[in-house]
């Protein structure tokens, strides 16, 4: 009978599958005649050298922006471990980062922006380097929220290499709470995810911390 555990598997794979986008050069132009008049109702000129391919820039920069939805599946390119103290070995805790990323938040569609830092205790299976900045990349470029992007980032690793343990540290300004609402311009969001013996071990995630603060 399937676990939980099955199906949060199931759900990280799925999201990782390839999921091309298309659309159609008659939906675009329908979608940049509906951005085309939202503009002009909200005061922009669009008749200038400057504007009048704005409409189409703003779908275009859209639409790159989201490219996450189209999935990686070479993130499940795994490499055997490189300690060889059996089964079980554990040799020390990776961490890779900072990793910059973009996000459109999901709530008004507004960019918030920081850094990722993913550490994770290798057992079987370890991860080519460049792979993290395509696992924050693939999550990032979605309408998201910083708590589902960590999680995300943290439950894909906790897949993919089944480690001992994953601590995932994320970092961001939310321009939806400084260019309306509260106005706050000078305030950081900072989120942490723990899987495995991070969770478990206060130590481990001290010295994770201290990693992500000597780079920082």
């Known amino acids: 009978m399937p676990t939980e555990h ?3 598997e199931e759900d ?3 999201s990782l599958a390839l999921h091309p986008r298309s659309i159609s050069e008659e939906q675009m132009r329908r979608y940049e005649g509906w951005i085309a008049e939202i503009f002009t109702a909200f005061g922009l000129d669009l008749h200038t050298p400057g504007t009048e391919a704005t409409p189409h820039r703003f779908l275009l920069a859209l639409f790159h ?24 070995c554990e040799v020390s805790q990776l961490v890779e980062g900072p990793i910059p990323y973009y996000a459109l938040c999901e709530h008004h569609a507004l960019p918030f922006h920081g850094r990722a830092y993913i550490g994770y205790i290798a057992h ?11 696992l924050v990349r693939i999550f ?3 309408f998201t929220v910083q708590e589902r992007l960590g999680q995300q980032i943290a439950d894909t690793v906790d897949v993919v290499l089944k480690p001992h343990g994953v601590a995932v540290y994320l970092d961001g300004e939310h321009l939806c709470s400084q260019m309306r ?9 900072r989120t942490t995810f723990w899987r495995g013996h991070y969770a478990e071990n206060a130590s481990l995630r001290t010295e994770f911390l201290e990693h992500v603060a000597a780079r920082r």
Not at 124 to 134: A, H
Request: net charge positive.
């Open 12 to 14: 990280v794979r799925a």
């Open 65 to 88: 922006s989201t490219a996450g939805y189209e999935g990686d599946p070479k993130l499940l390119r795994t490499f055997p471990r490189e300690c060889k103290g059996g089964p079980d």
């Open 6 to 8: 099955d199906a949060e």
């Open 140 to 142: 990032s470029e979605r």
């Open 124 to 134: 079987e299976r370890i991860l080519g380097l460049s792979k993290f900045t395509r």
């Open 181 to 189: 609402g509260i106005r706050e311009t000078s305030s950081f969001t």
